[in-house]
């Protein structure tokens, strides 16, 4: 396990940051937004939930949001069906995410989440309408009874670290450490096309908060399990390069020998995205339900959003995933065929 991030002693970092005045998230009607900040206020128990095979995003907002309406005085459940990989172990209350919730809620909150389905067998046990959605992927139907969605925000812990003042919850140094990771995350450490001002920005105010990023940043991207690393091993083992493509496969037998018992890749997607000579990263993902998981990552002017869409998935232009059937080996010709005819409609792709 990850150990925990160290607690340096900051000369003016105070446990409860006062977040400066500013206009209210400008691609959400005011009147939403007033309607879910009564709602936040109202609630006593309160139930977050985040997609499958959860990444930083998923796992740093439904923590950093969860931790603020801890401050708040909310009980506050966790949850998510697939656990949580090793990597992001050392957030703050990363411990108490669970599959099984126990009791009944008054406020239902979802969290990166394209649409409810993404929330595997949690979305299906539901035992009552989701009041909340704070997102940011562009495929987001809007689902839930209060939809909070920003398709520019270069994450949902962007979105909410931008939305904490007008809803009314508190800035802590544990909510700006899970909120920073999961920006740093989702954004390859800033790299991606979407990184803007507004996101350096409220990086600033999260370090400011008493987040370091120089702790987050090392432990979401260069810290990995032994297990992690020996399962990109067999991943790049048999990593291959055709039409601007590079892929590679994982299976359930890699797992069992590299002694991996998480759901996802173990961020390997991400690194196949430094292959120079391809224009889009895929990686499938044997499960343990005979499903596969499909990550695609491209480069701008690519999106692989809309070709996850054609298979029920989802995501953002740059970086997208999806669930399919399996077994492995058909998916992976299902989905290169798609992938490949992607690259042609858009006027790539060809021998390297």
């Known amino acids: ?155 949902t812990a962007e979105l909410v670290a931008e939305l904490l003042e007008p809803l009314g919850l508190p800035l802590t140094r544990s909510v700006a450490e899970c909120l920073l990771a999961g920006i740093i995350t989702d954004t390859l450490g800033f790299r991606t096309s979407n990184v803007t001002a507004k996101t350096l920005a409220l990086t600033h105010k999260l370090v400011t908060a008493g987040a370091s990023l120089p702790e987050v940043y090392d432990l979401s991207f260069y810290k990995r399990s032994f297990a992690a690393m020996r399962l990109w091993g067999y991943g790049l083992s048999r990593m291959k390069l055709e039409d601007r493509i590079v892929w590679t496969t994982l299976t359930l037998h890699d797992k069992e020998q590299a002694h991996y018992h998480g759901q996802g890749d173990a961020d390997l997607v991400n690194t196949l995205t430094s292959v120079r000579e391809a224009d889009i990263a895929l990686i499938l993902t044997e499960r343990d339900d005979g499903r596969v998981k499909v990550s695609w990552r491209a480069v701008p002017g690519l999106n692989v959003a809309t070709l996850a869409a054609t298979f029920g998935g989802g995501g953002h232009m740059a970086a997208a995933g999806a669930e399919i059937p399996g077994p492995l080996d058909e998916a992976e010709k299902r989905v290169l065929e798609a992938t490949r005819a992607l690259l042609k409609a858009n006027g790539s792709g060809g021998a390297v």
Do not use: W
């Open 1 to 155: 396990m990850t150990p925990a991030i160290k607690k340096r002693k900051r000369a003016a970092s105070p446990s409860v940051m006062p977040t400066p005045a500013a206009p209210a998230n400008g691609a959400i009607p005011p009147a939403t937004l007033a309607a879910a900040r009564r709602r936040i206020a109202r609630a006593n128990r309160v139930l977050l939930l985040t997609h499958v095979s959860p990444d930083g995003d998923a796992v740093g907002s439904l923590l950093g949001l969860g931790l603020a309406l801890r401050a708040a005085g909310k009980e506050v459940s966790f949850a998510c069906a697939d656990p949580i990989p090793d990597t992001f172990r050392f957030l703050p209350a990363c411990g108490e995410i669970t599959d099984n919730p126990p009791g009944q809620f008054d406020l239902i909150v979802a969290l990166d989440t394209a649409d409810v389905g993404r929330l595997g067998k949690l979305g299906e046990n539901l035992s009552r309408p989701i009041d909340l959605a704070l997102d940011h992927h562009t495929t987001n139907p809007g689902y839930a009874d209060l939809n909070l969605i920003d398709e520019a925000a270069a994450s």
